[in-house]
């Protein structure tokens, strides 16, 4: 039956992924969107930096940062980790490099997506915010029907394949130690991350949410730092590595003689499961901040994508590669990456024993607040599709669902996970992508906009009217 599902899930996965598909609309709708919002990667990214620590202007909304760090939540996670070990192991080392490039023109993505989502988004009655790619499809594109099936892709990429797989590979850590027993150990370990992640969820443990919002940054600061202490004691290897990295990216006999192993292709899904700029998930986040204009959440939501991929990706990177820890020793006969193992080799050639410790103290944090994270965009969803507040009784039943599927991830293999959550993200990218390349013209006044009144001298703050919008919004009208 497994096999069955696998088999049906990667069919459908390898369509998607043909170059002319997911990989396309990805990386040609970035490179559009840089272009008319005139680079602003560049640009702005010192003004992202400035309106990140603005405070809400309502005394009950949500700053910028407070929406940085409930996306970031799902953005900073095992995807840092094992995606990119897997991309690696898998795509060679020029995966890299077209992790970066995805990156960068998803920056432009992530920022028209997260301006969207402030524009149209909608009022609570205690006047905070809630909105997503759901709210423009509706209300931009007139199109409520798309939004129900985005909604719907959301809810199984991140309750299904996203937090099976971030629990996946929280157990998979644990296989480089004595200890573990291939059928008990993960079953102990999903067991343990579906309660936690049970109590959270069902009102019980609001305080450990933020214990964990206060010791993920602070973890991936110290992972950071581990990375360069690696590459300062393997300072030596810096050239090869580097060469390694864009030969291996520009080998294109190889990348076009095999493209669904490749280096691009690897670059690109890993590189979107990780930082899912133009996925349509950020913006769920976005729309809950209390900005006096829409593009500073824009702008705010670019950088998490630079902060995921540039920094804490590329730290995963350089920590493997710069080491004599050879990628290709943990690529299966099967085509299967032992993703964790290649992690925890590279740190333990540095550190010993401490390495893979290391290593699982650090996904632990991840994986946790990544299935949070993950989780908290689904009842909005839910509640949309439904078009009401869901019932006690559907909300408990839809939580036991998520719980389940948390021990599921644990304890399945790597191939169904890895597939579950492939499809689904290339779903959201088909459905939401071409959406805001269509309203991008809305997302480029906007930020016209926002350009004039800092050329002005004025700290910009948005009306509907200012860019043409006869629209009403809940918001900006």
Known sequence: MVNAIDSVVLAI????????????????????????????????????????????????????????????????????????????????????????????????????????????????????????????????????WLGVIFSIFIIFTYAVGYNMLASYNLQSTFAAFDFYKPVVTPAIIGIILAVLFGIIIFGGGRRLVHVTGVLVPIMGVLYVIVAIIVLILNAGNLGHMFALIFSSAFDFQSIFGGFAGSCIMYGVKRGLYSNEAGMGSAPNAAATADVSHPVKQGLVQMLSVFIDTLLICTATAFMCLS???????????????????????????????????????AMSLFAFTTLIGNY????????????????????????????????????????????????????????????ILILGGVAFKCLDDYRKQKANGLDPHFKAADIGLKQKTDFWN
């Open 13 to 144: 996965s390898n369509v998607l992924y043909q170059p002319f598909i997911v990989p396309l609309i990805l990386i040609a709708g970035g490179i559009y969107l840089s272009i008319r919002c005139k680079f602003l990667q560049f640009g702005m990214l010192k003004e992202a930096c400035k309106v990140i620590m603005e405070k809400p202007t309502n005394e009950n909304g949500i700053s910028s940062f407070g929406a940085l760090m409930v996306s970031t939540a799902s953005r900073v996670g095992t995807g840092n980790i094992i995606g990119v070990s897997t991309a690696i192991i898998c795509g060679g080392p020029g995966a890299i490099f077209w992790m970066w490039l995805s990156a960068f023109f998803g920056g432009a993505s992530a920022f028209v997506e997260s301006t969207l989502a402030q524009i149209y988004k909608k009022k609570n009655p205690d006047g905070t915010s809630y909105g997503g790619p759901a709210f423009y499809m509706q209300d931009a594109l007139k199109q409520r």
């Open 323 to 361: 080491t004599n820890v050879l990628p290709g020793d943990y690529l299966g006969a099967d085509g299967s990456a032992d993703a964790a193992g290649f992690v925890q080799g590279s740190l333990q050639s540095v550190f010993g024993a401490v390495g893979p410790i290391f290593l699982v103290v």
């Open 376 to 435: 908290s965009y689904c009842e909005g969803c839910l509640k949309f599709i439904m078009k009401r507040e869901p019932g006690k009784g559907v909300l408990y039943v839809f939580r036991a669902l998520a719980t389940l599927l948390v021990f599921a991830g644990a304890v399945a293999t790597a191939g169904l996970v890895w597939d579950i959550a492939d499809m689904m993200q290339g779903l959201m990218v088909i459905t939401n992508v071409p959406s």
